[in-house]
C-alpha cells in the first residue's frame, strides 16, 4: 500500500455524537491518506452515516477533532468542508434532476462571466461550465455520460451515480466521500461505479467507501474500518482478513487479533 | 424443437431495441420537456387563428392593444406568482396584497396629500413587506405555503377593508400614479405605461431565472429541496428571497392597477388571487416545483383573455370563457404530468 507514511490528508480523533439518547458515535478516530480508499463497514447503527456526516460538515461532533493534512479544522456546515476540499457523494446523490449534467456539476458554485456581465449582472457563463464540465468528464475517464446537456431524470441510476461521482471528483482535491453508492445500482453499473472509484484514487485522491455491500468494499479498498455499535472495532486489510473475519468483527461474534 | 428456417428474422436484441429511432410521442415529449413554454405558445395562435375567423374585428390593433391592456394587472401578477410556484410553493394571498398596496399608494395620495413618489414607495413596501412575511412563515415556522397564504388572504383582505372603510379613492386626473394608466401609443396599438412595465418586468425576471446563479438555485430548489440544501445552496435564503421579489412584482401589479381603475378601490381585483395561478400553470409551469418559464406565465395571461376577448366579439355567452379557462386548467396540468414522467 502507498502512502501511508506521512501526515495523513484526513483524520478524526476521538469523535463523539449524541443524538437524545442514542449514542451515534463513541470516541472514533479514522485516519485517511493521499491515494487510498478506505472502506467504512458496519451493521445498521454502526455509525457509519454519522461518521461522514461529521467528515463532510453535515453535522458537527459533540466532541473530538478533526484535521486536514495535519491542521486543526472545524465543519459547522457542508461548505466548510467542501472548502477544505472535501467533497461527498450522498446516497440520494443531491443531483436535481430536471437540471442537465453540466448544470448539476456546477450547482452552488456557478462561474460568473467576465467583465461587467458578470460583475454588475451577475451572468452566468453557460458555455464555459459546460466546456469544464466536458473537461472534467474525460480527466475521470467517465464514458457513460455522454450529452452534458441531458437532463439528469433522463439518465439511467448508474449514470445518475456517475454525475454525483464526477461532481465530487471534479472539486474534490483532496477528499472524495462516497455513501452505498452502488446500493441501487445493477452488476453491471456496480463494476462502472468501482472503476471511478479506483481512477479517483490513481489520480492521488483519498477515497472513503462506505458500504453494505461487503464484496464491492473487498475489491477496492485497501484498508477498511469496522464500526460496531458507534464505535471504530478495528481496521482491517483485504490481504490480511477475509470477507468473513470481517462480519465476524462487525457483529461482535470476534474480536480483531493482535 | 424446430429448426429455424431461413425467411424468419431472429427476435431483436436489447441493444438494438434501445437504439430504435424515437416515437413521434417519444419526441413530442422530448421536445415539451425542453421547452414547457410551447404547448401554451401553440394554444395561444391557435385561440387567434379560430378567433380571427369568426370575427375579423379580433385582428385589429385597437382590439389587441384593449387585451395588452386587460393582461397588464394579472399578468404582472403572474410573474411573482411564477416564481413562487417554481419553488413548489403557491401564493393565494398575492392579489390580495396587490390590491392593499394599491389602495396604500390612492390613500397617502390623496387623504394624506403625499406626492406620489413617496406614496408609491410605501405602497410598494408593503407590497414587499407582506410578501417578507410570507416567506418567513413557509421557511422560519416551516408551514406549507398553501396554508400560509390561506390565512394571509383572509388578513391581508381584512386589513384592506378596514383601512379602506367602505371607501374607494379616485385620484385627480393629471396624478402621478396615474403614470401608469397613460396610454402610449404605437401608430394605431394603444398600449399603457403599464404594458410596458409588466414587458420590463418580464424581462427582468426572465432574465434573472435564465442567467444568473439566483435563478438557477430557485429551480434546483423547487425541483428537490433536500438535494439542493445538500450541495450547498442557502435553502432558507432563495425561498425567501422568491416570495419578495414577487412582492416586488406584486407593487408593479399594484402601480398598474391603479393607472387602470384611476385610483384605489378594496374592491377591485377580487378575482386575482386565481387568475394569477390560472396564467402560471396554463402557461406550462409545474406546481410541483422546479419546471417552467416565466414567459409562459405571460402566454397563459394572454391566453385568458384572448379567449375573455374572442368569445365576446364572436357573440358567445361570456360564461363560455369561464368554461374554457377551466378546461384549458386541466389540460395544462394532464400536460404537466405527461412531461413529468420521463424514465431513462
Known sequence: MTGMTGTPVLEAKGLVKVFGRVVGLDDVDLALHSGEVLGVIGDNGAGKSTLIKCLSGALVPDAGEIFVDGRPVTFKRPQDAREAGIETVYQTLAVAPAMDIASNLFLAREIRRKGPLGSVLRMLDTREMRHQAREHINRLGIRTLQNINQAVETLSGGQRQAVAVARAGAFGSKVVILDEPTAALGVRETGQVLNLVRDLRDQGLAVILISHNMPNVFEVADRIQIQRLGARVGVVTPKTHSMAEAVAIMTGAQELGP | MTVQTGDQA??????????????LGQRVHAVLHRQPALSPAIVLVLACVAFGLLNDRFFRLENLSLVAQQVAVVGSLAAGQTLIILTAGIDLSIGAVMVLASLVMSKLAFDEGLPGVPALLVGAAIAVAAETVNGLLVTQIKLPPFIVTLGTLSVFTAITLIYAQG???????????????????????????????????????????????????????????EAASLTGISVKRVLLSAYMVAGLATAVAAWILVGRVGGGDPNSGLNANLESITAVVIGGTSLFGGRGVVLGSLIGAFIVQVFDNGLALAGYDPNYQVLAVGLLVIAAVSVDQWIRSVRA
Open chain 2, 167 to 225: 371607501q374607494t379613492v379616485s385620484l385627480p386626473p393629471g396624478a402621478f400614479l396615474l403614470w401608469s394608466g397613460k396610454t402610449v401609443s404605437i401608430g394605431s396599438l394603444h398600449l399603457t405605461n403599464g404594458v410596458l412595465m409588466m414587458i420590463a418586468l418580464y424581462g427582468v425576471i426572465g432574465f434573472a431565472l435564465r442567467y444568473t446563479a439566483w435563478g438557477r438555485h430557485l429551480y434546483a430548489v423547487g425541483d428537490d429541496l
Open chain 2, 10 to 23: 431472429p427476435p431483436p436484441s436489447a441493444e438494438e431495441l434501445l437504439n430504435r429511432p424515437p416515437t
